[in-house]
């Protein structure tokens, strides 16, 4: 059985690093703050001190920080993991970061003969703790099928997209729509208030018919409870909308609709709300109409 490097244990990584050793992988794991990697290392995964000490230990390693430059400073960096890898390794980058990044990150590790996966990830922390999360896979096709087994154990929906870089372009397209989904579900339900109508069996209503998602039955109901605690916080989705504009730029796409989302982000951030969940949104819409829902 593999040898599995796990870097990054913060609300995603620490569910899926234990997933990992529920399914029988030795793991070791590293974190900036060490202190985050105490449950897992309980668990009964192995303390590194550094990236390169994790791939040192490991025959795949996988990584999910923050933003593109945590991913190269982590894997390309002084004290990387590129520098602990040998011939024939493979890294699964599961970080939510730009596509051209990705494909930058994956030719300089084959230039050492490591190869590389880009599987982020959607699901949030719940999906993370129960293996349940749906993840976008990038790079060589037999790499994938080498690494479907890992996948599964902190995956449902395990889906190979094409080269380096697709799997971060399908997270990109997940991100649009959840983004102009929230908003939507936040402008009717505002709507609704504003008209005087009782907005909990409008909700009701509409969640069984056409319009039903996951954003409206879920954030949707955790805005008329008037909970605004994060399942994602908007400080992240922010950043995940920096990525997609930064590739519709490089592809001459324009994104009238995303580019609404980003603006009403923009006036959560600039009201404080950046550890609020991205059904804060809501508020934005609010302050608009001089209405709330609850």
């Not at 051209?100 to 949030?124: C, F, N, Q, R, Y």
């Amino acid at each position: 059985m593999k040898k599995i490097g796990f870097i990054g244990i913060g609300l995603m990584g620490a569910g899926m690093s234990k997933n990992l050793l529920k399914a029988g992988y030795e793991v070791t794991v590293w974190n900036r703050t060490e202190s985050k990697t105490k449950p897992v290392v309980e668990a009964g995964a192995k303390l590194a001190k550094s990236p390169k000490e994790v791939a040192e230990n490991s025959d795949i390693v996988i990584s999910i920080v923050t933003g593109s430059k945590d991913v190269e400073q982590v894997l390309l960096g002084d004290n990387g993991a590129i520098h602990g890898a040998k011939k024939g390794d493979i890294f699964i980058d599961m970080s939510t970061i730009s596509p051209i990044t990705t494909k930058a990150v994956a030719e300089k590790l084959a230039k050492k003969g490591i190869e590389m996966l880009d599987g982020p990830v959607s699901g949030g922390v719940i999906g993370a703790n129960n293996g349940a999360l749906s993840i976008m896979v990038g790079g060589k096709p037999e790499v994938y099928e080498e690494c479907k087994p890992i996948l599964e154990a902190m995956g449902k929906t395990i889906t190979y997209i094409g080269g380096n870089g697709d799997g971060q372009v399908c997270k990109a397209v997940n991100q649009i729509l959840v983004g102009t989904a929230m908003l939507g579900v936040a402008e009717a339900l505002v709507f609704a208030a504003k008209a005087g109508v009782d907005v909990a069996k409008v909700h009701q209503a509409v969640s069984g018919g056409a319009a039903g998602g996951w954003q409206l039955t879920n954030n949707g109901g955790r805005v008329l409870k008037g909970d605004m605690s994060p399942g994602f916080k908007i400080k992240d989705y922010l950043k995940d909308l920096g990525i997609i504009m930064e590739t519709a730029d490089a592809n001459k796409m324009p994104l009238p609709a995303t580019s609404l989302v980003l603006q009403m982000y923009r006036h959560c951030q600039a009201e404080g709300m950046l550890d609020n969940g991205t059904q804060a949104v809501v508020k934005a819409v609010e302050k608009l109409a001089g209405k709330s829902v609850v």
